[in-house]
């Protein structure tokens, strides 16, 4: 089966009646060699197809082979390659062994068809970094299964995210002390997208050695900082959320983040409610900062959590294997009931405008809401009413500067100094209602 980047199969392989395990083999081994052919043109999955079956004309199940789908599909391999240009400054034949707590300078380059730099090559690289392979085996899950035992490389030690500037890149990393510290080849993978046009780029080096430990490594004993929010940054301590919020977690360590989990215990790990049962990794939720390898943050869905407060605990370790902790809390209220939380206006006293802020319970349905702000003085009487439709929210938290208020009554005239009662109505297009109050003062 070939799917598409979203999941969905475009084209499927199948038989049109029984077969045995043995000739489907043949068939599987030679259609997978004519599809990623090795250097040329890569062929369409028809093609493929075709030329596995004539390459084995003396298989009997070949006639109960077809394709269901697009024949003329081909597979999105990248057009163009990367290539290592130099690790600490040496070119490819002396690289230098990437050894644990060292700092890493690397430097590729995208190249075209010929092999030459492609300067035209502009948007951003994903290079990741693995340790050296290492010898698994099957578990035998079934009793009467054999153990087979098999190689993959797939121990990584850093990704990250670097600007492609005509054509080339750099980036830099700290060795994890979690290694394997056996001398040996390890690798380099590189994928690189382009900020317009869909030729994208890929390549890989197997030359690097990794291994040992560095005569000077880096001293490191502050773990790293992480802080802790619900939908974006603008997320504050005890706010409301609804029942399917976003874990946003941002992370920084000035020696790097140990974002793969090759030490045991050294994952990023979130604890929902001090429930150490239910723990959940985020490694594969990290996304590092563009061109640095100190920064990054995680985005990690919660869904279908019970109304009330709740609370959470994101542990994280940098590259020296310092832990850090960061820890917010959160109310949950349910999407059928409005709520208004933590309602101020700034700057208070006003002297020319304020603006208002809150949170409220609706992320990303507020183009279906309205914010109402009547404002009282000290007689009670009403002396403007303001009404602001809500643009779409990221967050829970209404943006900065998008309510704003100039101190005059509805009339146009500016208002007297004193301490004025302000009420905050967000109304639903489905009529549901939600209101808060607080005072402001004015000085003209």
């Not at 993959?152 to 030690?157: D, E, G, K, N, V």
């Not at 009487?381 to 309510?403: D, K, N």
């Amino acid at each position: 089966m070939i799917t598409n980047p979203n999941g969905g199969a475009i084209a499927l392989v199948t038989t049109s009646r029984l077969v045995f395990s043995s000739s489907n083999r043949i068939i599987n081994n030679s259609y997978i060699e004519n599809l990623l052919p090795v250097g040329g043109s890569v062929p369409t999955i028809g093609e493929a197809l075709r030329l596995a079956k004539n390459a084995i004309p003396q298989n009997a199940n070949n006639r109960k082979f077809t394709l269901l789908g697009d024949p003329c599909t081909r597979l999105a391999i990248p057009k163009y390659s990367i290539h290592t240009v130099a690790i600490n400054g040496n070119p490819p034949g002396s690289y230098d062994t990437l050894k644990a707590l060292s700092e890493v300078t690397i430097q590729a380059e995208v190249r075209d068809e010929n092999d030459m730099l492609l300067t035209s090559f502009n948007g951003i690289a994903i290079p990741s970094v693995f340790d050296k392979v290492s010898d698994l085996s099957t578990r035998a899950n079934d009793p009467d299964a054999d153990i087979f035992t098999y190689q993959a490389q797939q121990s990584l030690l850093f990704k990250g995210q670097s600007s492609v500037n005509n054509g080339q890149f750099t980036f830099s990393f700290i060795v994890p002390k979690d290694i394997n510290y056996a001398i040996g080849e390890g690798k380099l993978s590189y994928y690189a997208s382009p900020n317009t046009g869909i030729m994208d780029a890929a390549g890989h080096d197997q030359s690097v050695i990794i291994g040992g430990t560095s005569v000077n490594p880096i001293i490191d004993n502050e773990g790293p900082q992480v802080d802790v929010f619900m939908n974006d940054a603008s997320f504050q301590f005890g706010g409301l959320t609804d029942a399917n919020p976003t874990l946003y977690v941002k992370l920084r360590d000035e020696s790097g983040l140990n974002t793969v989990g090759n030490g045991i215990g050294h994952d990023i790990i979130g604890t929902l409610d001090n429930n150490t049962q239910a723990q959940f990794v985020l490694n594969d939720f990290f996304k590092s900062a563009l061109d640095s390898f100190t920064q990054g943050e995680v985005n990690y869905p919660l869904n279908n959590l019970e109304d009330g407060r709740h609370s959470i605990r994101v542990r994280a370790w940098d590259v020296s294997n310092n832990s850090g902790e960061g820890y917010t809390e959160f109310v949950v209220v349910s999407a059928p009931q409005l709520a208004i939380e933590h309602l101020l206006n700034a700057p208070n006293p006003v002297m020319n405008s304020t603006s208002f802020l809150f949170e409220f319970n609706n992320p990303g349905e507020a183009a279906a809401l309205e914010a109402r702000i009547e404002i009282f003085n000290a007689y009670g009487e009403r002396v403007q009413t303001l009404v602001y439709p809500l643009s779409p929210l990221e967050g829970y938290r209404v943006a900065p500067g998008e309510l704003t208020w100039d101190g005059r009554d509805a009339s146009g005239a500016e208002l007297a100094k004193g301490t004025y009662l302000y009420r905050l109505q967000i109304i639903g297009s489905d009529g549901r209602k939600a209101e808060a109050c607080e005072k402001l003062v004015l000085l003209r």
